[in-house]
């Protein structure tokens, strides 16, 4: 696994108590595919995962590397092949902690008929200390709509609606499946703000995305898997200095050919600014070594800025093997 904290380091950093789901030596298998664990070498391996209450951490990967699967291992729709999966302490498959737990799938259909205030009053009967229906109302932003029926919602209401079933039994444990697909930027922004509300109220949530930006803005831990395996977790942070390199961006009259001809540039790009100028855009693995190589030109600069690697390009790096940039 690339860097980051172990399993065993975030095991140790929090009591036992503290932990909201601990995954141990967990694969899944699908007849002869292994959705999830599997085989490394030539030795079975399962996956290992704690994660500790009132944390937001996302569940990142490419399409089938196992993200819903361990999501429902999670949830107890399914049963692992080997290993074991505890869900605040207890089988995630027992009903006193799935009332613990909120859910908001990628596939959620609703009842046609039903008006979203009935919907909601009809899911709250089945909690034992649901959020009042006015509150979880409020909460996604549907108050106008409290008398609609829920089919006619738009499907960035219907997400929300969703995101309401979710939490109205007042979850200490909440999965969100790709939430904010179909989502414009308004409903976004409601969706984001009750998310925040449940994080302040000390709740545990598991978000799956493919939105890295959204990610890298919200989660606590990422949890990147590919294959089947975790092969990085960490902080949005640590996540992303797990990757080397950085883009250098700046100002001045030097030429692409001399730009590309500098030390440790990966890619060189060059844009017309007003005044003859260029801005130039430089990827490289090296960013002291090559802004040393432009100043020794002597060249004027303006606008020098350098960033590091996004959530997104570390995402890229570590999902396509070990050839690239990694550390
Ligand atoms: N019920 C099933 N029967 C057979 N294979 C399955 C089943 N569920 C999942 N798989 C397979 O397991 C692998 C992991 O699938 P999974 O849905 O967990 O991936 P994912 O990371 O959630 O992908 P996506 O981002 O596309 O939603 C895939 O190869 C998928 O085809």
New binding site residues.
Partial sequence: MTAILSSAEHAERGQPSGEAIVVRGVS?R??Q?H??GGPIGSSPEGVNLELRRGELTALL????????????LMLGLESPSSGSVRVMGGDPRWPQTRTRVGALP?DLSVPAGMTVGELLTLYAALYPRPLAVSTVLELCDLKAQARQRASTLSGGQARRLGFGMSVIGDPDLLFLD?PTVAMDVQSRQVFWAGVGTMQTRGKTIVL?T?YLEEAERVADRVVL?SA?QVIADGTPQQIKAGVRGATVRFVSRLEASVLQALPDVLEVTVSTHPGGWQRATLRTREPERLLAAVFATGAELSELEVSHATLEEAFLNLTAGPKEMTA
């Fill in positions: 899944k699908y007849g595919l959705a999830l990967g490419p399409n089938g590397a196992g993200k819903s699967t361990l999501i429902g990628q790709e799956t493919h898997l089947g």
